[in-house]
Nanobody, 127 residues
Framework: QLQLVESGGGLVQPGGSMRLSCAASGFIFGYYHIGWFRQAPGKEREGVSCISSSDGSTNYADSVKGRFTISRDNAKNTVYLQMNSLKPEDTAVYYC????????????????????WGQGTQVTVSS
């Protein structure tokens, strides 16, 4: 059974850091693009970052460029999202998702391309 489990969320002060983890099981992890998305109350889901299966290339939303870093460890079936210089507007439920590309392409931040989703982890940035 394919499963994605996020962890590492919580409460952090503005300017602080946090690392989210996405642990995968039940599928060949290395074949999948992995993305991070977030949704704040009353707002649409937003693509935050993704990392491609083929070459590990990455993509970031403009709102997090220079502050967030995505990485993957295929040996551990885990993707990480290192978040630095956090702002109150980063407050949201963060989800990881898996996308199996049927043709060669790099990962994208469009949630409709992703087939499998985790249950989410809450990140709150507040003083």
């Amino acid at each position: 059974q394919l499963q994605l489990v996020e962890s590492g969320g919580g409460l952090v002060q503005p300017g602080g850091s946090m690392r989210l983890s996405c642990a995968a099981s039940g599928f060949i992890f290395g074949y999948y693009h992995i993305g991070w998305f977030r949704q704040a109350p009353g707002k649409e889901r937003e693509g935050v970052s993704c990392i491609s299966s083929s070459d590990g290339s990455t993509n970031y939303a403009d709102s997090v460029k220079g502050r967030f870093t995505i990485s993957r460890d295929n040996a551990k079936n885990t993707v990480y999202l290192q978040m630095n210089s956090l702002k109150p507007e980063d407050t949201a439920v963060y989800y990881c998702a898996a996308d199996l590309p049927l043709v060669f392409r790099l990962c994208v931040l469009n949630g409709y391309e992703y087939d499998y989703w985790g249950q989410g982890t809450q990140v709150t940035v507040s003083s």
